[in-house]
């Protein structure tokens, strides 16, 4: 077995830039790298994955050794670890289809999303890359609302034979449909939309089930989300939102032991403030009932660097594709892959979802 992971990143956004720095800090630090979840899962390490292809379509971005692609505007995430080495991957134009909005394209160049003049690769020459540069993992970090773009590229990943990881909220792998289709073609996929290490997400679905555990109703909920960064400017056009607010919404609705009625869950990006660049801040509001029906409520404000929180969860999604891709399994994982994602094809506990991820890793099954 080749001791690299061969992965091929779809959008070299904020995400992908940490994804990037974290390979080269991982490789750099060994077991000194701080903050690393699942160092070692079924034998691989972090470090394990390698770069072999990107594909973006902003022109500061396109034409450029990924090492130095990842640093260009408009990413602003906080760089943890600057010493990345050529790769020797140029970053290839990728077609636009709807992963740039005409809301993005009337933005601050600076802050947003600058088309590359470039001719874009037809689908048969992106199959033929994947193939030649044997990928085992394309990993798919386009922006909110790319709805056609990342069918496109489940598509190119299904017919080079390559596991697809989803990061981001378009159903692919919670889609029975999509999921059938990579089962027919051989292929895993793993998604929809990460959850990160320590985001709003899983403080929200703590605090959830906390409730129940203690016996406390819940009557109501919220978390406002805000951000400086592309994601959170694209996502103010509201019509590329839906399914961010959906799977952001069940993965706190399915930590409750009873789900709330709708109009008392209110769950989602907020605001965009530009000076916040890749920090996100979440405030998250729980009301609910103690004993004797007595009022009570908790606050808490979250405050983290956006795109280290998702690249360390891609870097066990990665890990994980590449066991079920080369155990021959093909679809959907069941609940192997729940703990990573927002919204799996099956929510479980968090405790739960990380003890499945661990025993199907060391080979225990897809279940
Ligand atoms: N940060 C997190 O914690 C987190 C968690 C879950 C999901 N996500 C999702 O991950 C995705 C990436 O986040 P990000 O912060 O890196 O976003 P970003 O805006 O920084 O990066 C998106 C990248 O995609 C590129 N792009 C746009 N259209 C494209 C196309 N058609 N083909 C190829 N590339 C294209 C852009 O040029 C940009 O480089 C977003 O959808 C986000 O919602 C992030």
Redesign the pocket.
Known sequence: MSRRIRTAI?????????LVQGVAYCRALGEAAIGVPLPVLGGWRPEDVEIVAA????AR?VGLDVSEAIFQA????EIFHRDVPAAGVVVQR???????SAFMRNQMPSRS?VLSDAPALEAAEIVATLRERGVDVLI???????QR?VEF?ATCAMEAGCAMVN???VLIASDPKWSAKFRAAGVPVLGD????QM?ATIVHRTLSHLFDMRGVRMDRTYQLNVGG???F???MDHDRLQT?RLSKTEAVQTSMVHRLEDEQIRIGPSDYVPWLD?N?VAYVRLEGRLFGGVKMDIEARVS?E??P???A?ALIAIRLARIARDRGLAGDLGSAASFLF?HPPVQVDDEDGLARLIAFAEGAGTE
């Open positions: 779809v959008g070299l956004g904020n995400c992908a830039s940490s594909f973006d379509v902003d971005k408009p990413n602003c995430t990728g077609p636009d289809l709807d992963g740039v999303f798919n970090f386009m922006p909110v609302g790319s773009a590229w990061g981001i909220p939309d990460f959850k990160a985001g960064n592309t994601d400017l694209n996502m961010k890749d996100k983290v956006d795109s929180n998702a690249a969860m927002k």
